[in-house]
């Protein structure tokens, strides 16, 4: 693996997209070449520095993520101050951007099941094309709340196929009327899997994780915490009970028999002041 880039490179936004309602994906002028899971820690100077998953990244690759090399994608929902400066920058703007950080997903078996929520389908569309590249053949269970927030719906079916990706919305507007954990229980029940892995909410991540395990299925998820040291595993704030591991340098993605031991997991995460807040 390469070594991270371990100060910001002050780098151009060379283009952002409109992906589904409050979500964009921003390209940056980067030559940081990451794998599917791994993230980039995102400075705006006199703001803050936060962690993002990389959903495009520089290889140059055919199919339908093609992209150019010497740029990466982020895709970004605002939430919140950072979040919302972020999605408001035009092409021409810069930001800071090092790393690659953390665990990568790994592919195993002949099938498996991608399970996305939110932006979380975008780092998982990178590594459903690097399983088709392995032979791997690939299920996508994209979910979200409406139709608009829909997000990747259309690279995922140029990716896989439109039989591929089973669809839910909570109101029905798209899809299934439902939770994308309702469609993984009936997948699992009709289809042999080898492997699931998941990148979303944290309730989400711990009902599929459930699942899973249930059936003897394995899977890898991908977990957010506040990285308040930047990635660098210094300062033990993204430290998960009981277990403790560094969500930042142990994680993002860890494996079902990890996130099985970590009791937070669904429940609580730690603001910046370490104080717990419900999730
Ligand atoms: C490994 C890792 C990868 C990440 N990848 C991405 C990514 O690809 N895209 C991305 O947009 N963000 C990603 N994040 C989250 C990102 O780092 C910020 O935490 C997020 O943008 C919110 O920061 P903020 O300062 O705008 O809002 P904050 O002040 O941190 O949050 C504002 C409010 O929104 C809530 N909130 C925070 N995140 C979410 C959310 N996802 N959905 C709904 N409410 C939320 C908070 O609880 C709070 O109430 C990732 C985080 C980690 C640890």
């Known amino acids: ?25 921003i390209f940056l002028k980067s ?22 998953a990389i959903s495009y990244s520089n290889k140059g690759t055919s199919g339908a993520l093609i992209n150019p090399t010497g740029e990466i994608g982020i895709t970004v929902a605002a939430v919140g101050p950072f979040s919302n400066k972020l999605y408001a920058m035009n092409p021409g703007e810069k930001v800071g951007v090092r790393g690659p950080y ?31 590249q392995q032979g791997i053949k690939v299920k ?34 798209a899809g299934m ?24 909410p944290d309730k989400m991540l711990k009902a599929v994780a459930d699942i899973g395990s249930a059936a003897h299925v394995k899977g890898e998820v991908s977990m957010e915490r506040w990285f308040k ?26 494996d079902f028999e990890t996130a099985a031991k970590i009791t937070e997991l669904g429940e609580y995460h730690r603001l910046k002041s370490s104080r717990k807040e419900k999730i």
């Open 31 to 52: 030559d940081i070449k990451a794998k599917p899971g791994q993230f980039v820690m995102v400075w705006i100077p006199r703001l803050d520095e936060k962690p993002f």
């Open 140 to 173: 996508f269970i994209l979910g979200a709340r409406t139709k608009s927030r829909l997000v990747y719906a259309e690279q995922i079916k140029k990716l896989i196929g439109t039989e591929n990706l089973i669809i839910t919305t909570d109101d029905g507007s």
């Open 229 to 254: 040291c930047g990635g660098m595993g210094i300062c033990g704030h993204c430290c998960v009970d009981p277990i403790g591991i560094r969500l930042c340098v142990e994680g993002p993605v860890i």
């Open 1 to 25: 693996m390469e070594r991270p880039l371990e100060r910001p490179e002050i780098v151009e936004i060379t283009k952002s997209v409109d992906e589904a309602e409050g979500i964009k994906t």
């Open 102 to 132: 953390g665990t990568t997903y790994r592919l195993e078996g002949k099938k498996i099941v991608m399970v996305g929520g939110g932006y979380g389908s975008a780092s998982l569309t990178m590594l459903a094309e690097e399983a088709l």
């Open 177 to 200: 009327k439902g939770l994308v954990t309702d469609a993984l229980k009936q997948l699992l029940h009709k289809e042999k899997i080898d492997k699931i892995f998941a990148c979303g």
